[in-house]
């Protein structure tokens, strides 16, 4: 484990040699990419299962029409998927979400169907619920000490038969309009008429500048730091294709009918949730319980409160995740959320989570989300039958996580 | 007596940037019961994993010729089959199961994959009969205390034919009684002919079973003596056990005299805790120490003294059940519940097990410094990440901690380096007192040195420090003032000049009935 730190840490890449000699891109590409194959592993995975089902669906997959789907389809697990990897990062497992899913798209049924509640107020209450039984969850976790397997299977039996309970074992809808615009909605046309949605053609450029712009400066802070920067060559190729990436799908959505609504909120939130895990005490604090919980202890970190909030925000987002699913199939059922928290689960462990806590990161969640979420997008275009789909996403969580076992053991941490 | 059954030639074994047994050269006879005694850390473990098996053979130089044969084992199980059974300090039974399933337990009365539960009960009353434990067989092993359990694993090596029966430090853990019982056992096997070796640092124990003692020192064995030959007292084998020169190991020091009607920086008073599991047993027992502004206070004592349980049950009731006692910060009582408040009160503890306890060894060195005082750098819950960046490379200059970057997994550096991060992160959470739990376990010479600077430095800045180790030598190289501790309770006090590494060892390995 510890040995002399000089001798383990990869030599640095031979600094000018290579690249004054012009050896090529491509041996800077692969050269990078060894070292950092823990964070590019699973996003060219992502690339590359496009490409597959790009080419397999003869260009289907990237239709302006499939890509906007593709989005709405997914937008509820990776919002789940989202609060997982903090209860992952933590340490800690939820099997409850797929019920609370189903729970919070019931009461906002009984809201807003039942009781007439205007929309806003009842999303707020939803809301509220959500982080409710999330906190409840929460503290036999956190301060009784229940192992959250346990307190969380409880939940998912709890909350999927408190939906039964509350839709009498109905189907409850339709939903107010301006609910159903937030789960399938796009986002208002502005401005002349272009054969593009314009607002998203601005959002996309903001996007674009600003991920220039963060590149340019963290590359800056890290050479004033006299930090290993990689060439500048590779920099660029890495800027061209975040770019280029970042442009085609903004094209693609504004080629349509626009961006989603649901995908600003997923884009907030991954902001959002990133900016909190990366920069936040709150987000260090959960690294370190799950990295190691008695050194967090011993230093000081408040533990228990940390797991209650991580349960809480879980249960909030739940919450979200059950409005925009109701909100979307325009009805509360009570088979609703079924094998979310699986889904999730799963994303977040594609993404970089780790069985035992304290690793990964909220981008992590979403590839991961986004390699199911794509995987499932195409085999149902080429036609492959929801029983072979679940053996090869099966295999591909399979895959993904051994394969990261093996990698974290040759590099020996 | 009969000739020897067990020789171990020049034993050297080697871990990576550690020489754990330079030359270590044993001699057991037929028969007997042999001591092994030495300070924490001078290789008597390390020496019985070889001999077990645990370090298999080709991981170390020397020969180890067991009934004249030499031996090549890959395994523990290779050396069971030689009837070499080793029985640890911590225990491993299975609580849940039963003392019979625990005694045959990989070793099974069975047929076909089938366990014959007839012939297992009735094995196992033989054997619990011979080690004179007066349990059911079916009884499980968690319902049956520390005392009897250890009796269980001695029934175990009985079963499996054994012919030489290794105990590492097997009273630790047991009260007067219970030691007491496994000591007459030990004699009345041997009176059955076994032989056995047993690692202790109890003098009072080895004086009453062992027939000869092999004295270990910093991984060479230093000699063997006679136990029950007049000129063998209990300072004879002290003076071989610490028998060491102090050369320039420390830095220059002046000794610090603490002004006389200021209040102590940290005073605790008739600190008493409780074993977490056995609640009747005291792990610290009735414990009073003061420290001041710029002292260095030393706590003496050897494994199972309770020193680290004094110190984390202090630190935020980190250890044990709390049954008494206060803590004082400049004279006044604070309330030391939970970690945060101890903190809050310029309170650090610095653990013994850095990378259990201390380190979050899958994160950057740069957030393991920052992680105890993030406030610091920190905007309304916002990290600063430059601020902590600059904080980091800060510490590395100055406490010298060898990465390139502050980016570096702390798991990468070497034990030396991650000492330091775990220093650097107290410091920087910037408290008046701050107990160091052997901050030098485990590191090289050159970084002690480094740390017995830093700590020195913190003292002439003001700080209160309490240096808690087994290494006497550097507690007499480093500190002002020094306590012994011994099962639990404090047995000495001794100043820069009354201490000697005779007079601090005598008073740690004082146990219960000596001291009465």
């Known amino acids: 484990m510890s040995t002399d730190s000089t001798a383990k840490t990869p030599a640095p890449a031979p600094p000018g040699s290579k690249n004054a000699s012009g050896e090529g891109l491509l041996q800077l590409m692969l050269d990078g990419m060894r070292r950092n194959m823990r964070q590019y592993g699973m996003l060219m995975a992502l690339g590359l299962i496009v490409v597959l089902f790009a080419v397999w669906t003869e260009g289907d997959l990237l239709l302006p029409r499939n890509v906007s789907n593709l989005v709405l389809q997914n937008s509820y697990i990776l919002i789940l998927a989202i609060g997982m990897m903090l209860v992952i990062i933590s340490g800690h497992i939820d099997l409850s979400v797929g019920s609370l899913t189903a729970f919070i798209g019931a009461m906002s049924a009984v809201l807003m169907v039942e009781h007439d509640l205007p929309w806003p107020l009842a999303v707020v209450l939803c809301l509220a619920i959500g982080a409710v039984a999330g906190s409840a969850q929460g503290f036999f976790i956190a301060y009784l000490g229940i192992p959250s397997f346990i307190v969380t299977l409880a939940g998912m039996l709890v909350f999927r038969g408190l939906t039964e309970i509350f839709l009498k074992g109905q189907t409850l809808g339709p939903f107010p309009k301006g609910l159903q615009k937030i789960a399938n909605g796009f986002l208002p046309e502005v401005g002349p008429e272009t054969n593009y949605h314009n607002l998203t053609l601005l959002l996309g450029f903001a ?30 190729l890495k800027l061209v294709a975040l770019v280029s990436a970042v442009l085609v799908v903004t094209l693609l959505l504004a080629s349509y009918k626009g961006a989603p609504v649901v995908l600003l909120i997923l884009g907030v939130l991954v902001v959002g949730f990133g900016y909190l895990m990366r920069n936040a005490i709150i987000g260090r604090h959960i690294y370190a319980i799950g990295g190691n919980l008695p050194a967090a202890k011993l230093s000081g970190v408040k533990d228990k409160k940390v797991t209650f909030l991580v349960f809480l925000n879980m249960g909030m987002l739940a919450a979200l995740a059950g409005l925009v699913f109701a909100a979307r199939f325009n009805a509360a059922s009570p088979k609703a959320g079924l094998n979310f928290e699986l889904e999730a689960i799963a994303a977040a462990f594609i993404g970089g989570a780790s069985m035992s806590g304290g690793v990964g990161t909220v981008l992590g969640a979403i590839v991961g989300g986004l390699v199911l979420g794509v995987l499932n997008n195409g085999m149902n275009l080429v036609g492959i039958g929801t029983d072979y789909q679940q053996v090869i996403k099966g295999l591909v969580l399979l895959a993904a996580v051994g394969f990261d076992v093996w990698n974290k053991r040759k590099v020996g941490s | 007596m009969a000739g020897p059954v067990l020789e171990m030639r020049s034993i050297v074994k080697t871990f990576p940037g550690v020489k754990a047994l330079s030359d270590v050269t044993l001699t057991v006879r037929q028969g007997e019961v042999h001591a092994i005694c030495g300070e ?11 001999l077990s098996g645990v370090h ?42 039963s003392i019979a399933e625990n005694i045959f337990l990989g070793n099974e009365h069975a047929k076909r994959g089938l366990i014959n539960w007839n012939e297992t009960l009735r094995h196992a009353t033989e054997l619990l009969r011979r ?36 105990l590492d430090e097997p009273t630790a853990a047991l009260n007067d009684e219970d030691s007491g019982k496994l000591l007459d056992l030990i004699l009345s096997l041997k009176d059955q002919g076994m032989t056995s070796i047993i690692i202790s640092h109890k003098l009072n124990e080895i004086r009453r079973v062992a027939d000869s003692v092999t004295i270990i020192r910093d991984g060479h064995s230093i000699e063997t003596l006679d136990v029950k030959a007049p000129e063998t007292t209990e300072d004879r084998i002290i003076s071989g056990m610490v028998g060491r020169d102090l050369e320039n190991r420390f830095p220059e020091r002046t000794p610090h005299h603490p002004e006389e009607g200021t209040a ?13 599991i056995d609640q009747q047993r005291k792990v610290v027992d009735d414990v009073s120490i003061e420290v001041r502004r710029g002292e260095i206070v030393g706590i003496a004592g050897l494994m199972g003294a309770g020193r680290t349980e004094l110190a984390m049950s202090v630190f935020g009731r980190s250890y044990g059940r709390y049954a008494g006692g206060t803590v004082l910060r400049d004279g006044t009582e604070i309330r030391t519940k939970s970690v945060p ?9 610095a653990t013994e097990d850095r990378k259990h306890y201390g380190l979050n060894l899958i994160d950057t060195i740069n957030r393991n410094i920052s992680l105890t005082a993030l406030g610091k750098v920190a905007k309304r819950g916002v990290v600063d990440e430059h601020g902590e960046r600059q904080v980091a490379e800060g510490f590395r200059k100055s406490m010298n901690i060898k990465a390139p970057t502050v980016f570096e997994p702390v798991g990468k550096l070497s034990g030396g380096n991650q000492q330091k991060v775990v220093l650097s992160k107290w410091i920087f959470a910037g408290p008046e007192v701050l107990i160091l739990d052997e901050p030098t376990r485990g590191i090289d010479v050159g970084a002690k040195y480094e740390i017995y600077t830093v700590i020195d430095q913190l003292a002439a800045q003001g700080k209160a420090v309490v240096f808690i180790s087994s290494e006497l030598p550097e507690l ?14 404090l047995t000495g006090e001794f100043s820069r000049a009354e201490a000697s590494q005779e007079a601090l060892m005598r008073q740690m390995t004082k146990d219960k009935e000596v001291s009465r």
């Open chain 2, 476 to 489: 007499l190289g480093m500190c002002d003032r020094i306590y012994t501790m011994a099962a639990g309770r």
């Open chain 1, 207 to 236: 996007l674009i500048a600003f991920v220039v712009f963060q590149e340019v400066r963290d590359r800056k802070r890290q050479q004033e730091f006299a930090l290993d920067v990689p060439p500048f060559k590779l920099f660029l």
């Open chain 2, 40 to 50: 924490n850390g001078a290789g008597k473990s390390t020496l019985m994993k070889v």
């Open chain 2, 264 to 276: 102590p920086a940290l005073e605790i008073r008739n600190w008493t805790v409780h074993h977490p």
């Open chain 2, 56 to 97: 298999p053979h080709g991981s170390y130089e020397g020969d180890v010729l067991f009934e004249e044969e030499t031996c090549r084992f890959k395994d523990i199980r290779a050396s069971e089959q030689h009837g070499i059974v080793i029985i640890h300090q911590e225990l491993a039974l299975v609580p849940y199961l």
């Open chain 2, 341 to 349: 408040e101890a903190v809050g009160h310029g309170i650090a503890y």
């Open chain 2, 131 to 166: 080690v004179g434990l007066a349990e059911n067989p079916e009884t499980r092993v968690a319902d049956i205390g520390v005392g009897k359990q250890q009796l269980v694993e001695i029934a175990k090596a009985l079963s499996k034919k054994v012919k030489l029966l290794i």
